[in-house]
């Protein structure tokens, strides 16, 4: 069959030439104003400077190194700067030249009948473009202070390193002059033509001046509020602009209130929609009774639940009475713990906790009560602090980011009864799962701390609010050791039984019977956090005096 001329193939020459792509790499700036050749240091000085861009531009910088500010007025710190970050790039750098033509030639029309450009155009790639700098986030509220203000010139002589100046500031006496008079409330070229007409509401007209009846501009004084008010260093975290199309908000509708006193009627605006707290009923531990069922509003709810999670969580604590949150997402799915964490429905439902107490921050199960149940003296709580691990709240960007991996993350999960079991709520006292010391006296294995826990020779007879079922020298000697075990584990290393028994020998000398029996008196509510087993003010100012006194005795004469 013979090829249609009408459909050959296309020659070599019609198709687009190819160029090599030069592997210069570019950096650029979405600069947000005018720039021109000679304003180009000015512009780099507001953006940090080049040490600033070539930190933000580095390979590997971290999260808060690519953040660049771009300060408009750098040489007043009271102004805010306009946030931006560098995002990745794949773009190609184009050199366009023009080369204008010799003398004086009528424009070409195009096929929209517009006049072409004179002149031959050239264009070559010159390279790479990776990183860009962008400036999408809106800018924070600006509030510049009185530049004449003490505090106003204190802070420019620290950005300056002033050291005189900084020396010679003297705090102000205060005058308590926060209202002060202010120009006529009329210009002079106004005032020979009478004042114009304004519709203001008289609730915003200050007091003593009557703009229906005076007519005399020069009478007519204003004031200006003169407080010292300084901006903090940041007014707003929203980056993102809220689309509301300038309508007010359809959930809220207008309530009229009286006065019981005085019988006055006012009305106010009242959001329909608002936030109903869904939370697990909360005791103190002096409180008499415990709960036996949920809060009258979670009730309400409880259709919305899904039922197989419910079910699943009334069997975790038929088995147990009393968790931790950490070791009762251990026992189920990331998923279904995700689930739970963002109903915050479904735990009330089953459960309610302490918040102060042997058991505090413990999840209970409703009906429980574990002040009355001697064998709840395993499910208590102990916490120790940890001065080198810091918590530290990640950026709402981290959050974020976190919150998308963790999802994508369990979306993977094809088995939740397959996977490995979590033991980051047990202590083994060889193995170091997490770096905070929170542990239930059950979740304790490790073989000399739980034969201390199952003792019961130091049961009490009655529940107390520091110590719970234990007695104080038991539960002193279990944290010593608890203490020891775990913080040599942070060192790299498990504590050997010479050091437990050396610490309990120790323990033993330091306590005192006045510190025991005074630990038997009764506290105020809400004045001492007893879960974290630490002193009360009393007992830790005779510790504080007792290592004073014996500090100097040390002391040669």
């Given at each position: 069959?013979?090829?249609?001329?009408?459909?050959?193939?296309?020659?070599?020459?019609?198709?687009?030439?190819?160029?090599?792509?030069?592997?210069?790499?570019?950096?650029?700036?979405?600069?947000?104003?005018?720039?021109?050749?000679?304003?180009?240091?000015?512009?780099?000085?507001?953006?940090?400077?080049?040490?600033?861009?070539?930190?933000?531009?580095?390979?590997?910088?971290?999260?808060?190194?690519?953040?660049?500010?771009?300060?408009?007025?750098?040489?007043?710190?009271?102004?805010?700067?306009?946030?931006?970050?560098?995002?990745?790039?794949?773009?190609?750098?184009?050199?366009?030249?023009?080369?204008?033509?010799?003398?004086?030639?009528?424009?070409?029309?195009?096929?929209?009948?517009?006049?072409?450009?004179?002149?031959?155009?050239?264009?070559?790639?010159?390279?790479?473009?990776?990183?860009?700098?962008?400036?999408?986030?809106?800018?924070?509220?600006?509030?510049?202070?009185?530049?004449?203000?003490?505090?106003?010139?204190?802070?420019?002589?620290?950005?300056?390193?002033?050291?005189?100046?900084?020396?010679?500031?003297?705090?102000?006496?205060?005058?308590?002059?926060?209202?002060?008079?202010?120009?006529?409330?009329?210009?002079?070229?106004?005032?020979?033509?009478?004042?114009?007409?304004?519709?203001?509401?008289?609730?915003?007209?200050?007091?003593?001046?009557?703009?229906?009846?005076?007519?005399?501009?020069?009478?007519?004084?204003?004031?200006?509020?003169?407080?010292?008010?300084?901006?903090?260093?940041?007014?707003?975290?929203?980056?993102?602009?809220?689309?509301?199309?300038?309508?007010?908000?359809?959930?809220?509708?207008?309530?009229?209130?009286?006065?019981?006193?005085?019988?006055?009627?006012?009305?106010?605006?009242?959001?329909?929609?608002?936030?109903?707290?869904?939370?697990?009923?909360?005791?103190?531990?002096?409180?008499?009774?415990?709960?036996?069922?949920?809060?009258?509003?979670?009730?309400?709810?409880?259709?919305?639940?899904?039922?197989?999670?419910?079910?699943?969580?009334?069997?975790?604590?038929?088995?147990?009475?009393?968790?931790?949150?950490?070791?009762?997402?251990?026992?189920?799915?990331?998923?279904v713990a995700k689930e739970i964490h963002n109903s915050k429905v479904i735990l009330p439902l089953v459960c309610y906790v302490f918040h102060d107490g042997p058991w505090r921050d413990t999840l209970v199960k409703l009906g429980y009560d574990p002040r009355k149940d001697p064998d709840g003296r395993f499910y208590q709580r102990l916490y120790f602090r940890n001065a080198n691990h810091p918590i530290n709240r990640p950026s709402v960007v981290t959050r974020r980011q976190e919150r998308a991996t963790t999802a994508a993350a369990a979306t993977t999960i094809t088995d939740p009864e397959k996977e490995e079991a979590r033991t980051s709520h047990m202590f083994d006292g060889v193995n170091l799962t997490k770096?905070?010391?929170?542990?239930?006296?059950?979740?304790?294995?490790?073989?000399?701390?739980?034969?201390?826990?199952?003792?019961?020779?130091?049961?009490?007879?009655?529940?107390?609010?520091?110590?719970?079922?234990?007695?104080?020298?038991?539960?002193?000697?279990?944290?010593?050791?608890?203490?020891?075990?775990?913080?040599?584990?942070?060192?790299?290393?498990?504590?050997?039984?010479?050091?437990?028994?050396?610490?309990?020998?120790?323990?033993?000398?330091?306590?005192?019977?006045?510190?025991?029996?005074?630990?038997?008196?009764?506290?105020?509510?809400?004045?001492?956090?007893?879960?974290?087993?630490?002193?009360?003010?009393?007992?830790?100012?005779?510790?504080?005096?007792?290592?004073?006194?014996?500090?100097?005795?040390?002391?040669?004469?």
């Amino acid at each position: 069959m013979e090829a249609d001329p009408s459909r050959s193939t296309t020659t070599i020459n019609d198709q687009a030439q190819s160029h090599p792509l030069p592997q210069t790499h570019f950096y650029s700036v979405e600069y947000p104003g005018y720039v021109q050749p000679a304003s180009v240091p000015q512009a780099i000085r507001n953006l940090g400077g080049p040490s600033s861009l070539e930190t933000a531009f580095r390979r590997g910088a971290s999260k808060s190194e690519t953040l660049v500010e771009l300060k408009l007025q750098p040489e007043d710190s009271f102004v805010h700067p306009v946030p931006g970050e560098v995002v990745a790039n794949n773009s190609i750098v184009i050199k366009v030249t023009r080369r204008k033509r010799k003398g004086t030639v009528m424009p070409e029309l195009n096929e929209l009948g517009q006049h072409k450009p004179l002149g031959d155009f050239k264009a070559e790639a010159v390279g790479i473009l990776h990183k860009t700098v962008r400036f999408r986030s809106m800018v924070d509220f600006q509030f510049l202070p009185d530049s004449d203000d003490p505090i106003s010139r204190l802070r420019s002589a620290m950005d300056r390193m002033d050291v005189q100046a900084i020396t010679s500031y003297r705090t102000p006496p205060e005058k308590e002059d926060y209202r002060i008079a202010s120009e006529s409330l009329f210009s002079n070229a106004a005032s020979t033509l009478g004042p114009p007409e304004m519709n203001i509401d008289p609730q915003l007209v200050e007091e003593g001046i009557d703009t229906a009846k005076n007519t005399n501009p020069s009478s007519t004084q204003a004031f200006r509020s003169n407080l010292r008010l300084f901006p903090p260093p940041i007014f707003s975290r929203q980056g993102i602009a809220q689309s509301y199309n300038f309508k007010g908000n359809p959930a809220s509708i207008v309530s009229t209130v009286v006065n019981e006193e005085t019988g006055e009627e006012k009305k106010r605006l009242i959001n329909r929609m608002r936030w109903k707290g869904y939370g697990p009923a909360t005791i103190a531990f002096s409180d008499p009774t415990a709960p036996d069922k949920p809060p009258t509003n979670v009730e309400a709810v409880r259709e919305q639940v899904d039922k197989k999670i419910l079910k699943k969580l009334d069997e975790l604590f038929s088995q147990r009475p009393v968790w931790t949150r950490a070791s009762l997402f251990n026992q189920i799915s990331a998923t279904v713990a995700k689930e739970i964490h963002n109903s915050k429905v479904i735990l009330p439902l089953v459960c309610y906790v302490f918040h102060d107490g042997p058991w505090r921050d413990t999840l209970v199960k409703l009906g429980y009560d574990p002040r009355k149940d001697p064998d709840g003296r395993f499910y208590q709580r102990l916490y120790f602090r940890n001065a080198n691990h810091p918590i530290n709240r990640p950026s709402v960007v981290t959050r974020r980011q976190e919150r998308a991996t963790t999802a994508a993350a369990a979306t993977t999960i094809t088995d939740p009864e397959k996977e490995e079991a979590r033991t980051s709520h047990m202590f083994d006292g060889v193995n170091l799962t997490k770096e905070t010391a929170a542990f239930q006296l059950c979740d304790i294995t490790d073989v000399m701390l739980k034969e201390m826990i199952e003792d019961p020779d130091d049961v009490r007879e009655a529940c107390d609010e520091r110590d719970g079922w234990y007695s104080t020298h038991a539960l002193e000697r279990i944290k010593a050791v608890l203490r020891l075990k775990f913080f040599s584990l942070l060192d790299g290393r498990p504590a050997t039984d010479e050091e437990c028994q050396a610490v309990l020998e120790q323990a033993e000398m330091e306590s005192s019977k006045a510190l025991a029996s005074s630990r038997n008196a009764k506290m105020r509510l809400g004045k001492h956090n007893m879960a974290k087993g630490a002193l009360r003010p009393e007992e830790a100012a005779a510790f504080r005096l007792r290592a004073t006194l014996d500090r100097e005795k040390r002391l040669p004469p």
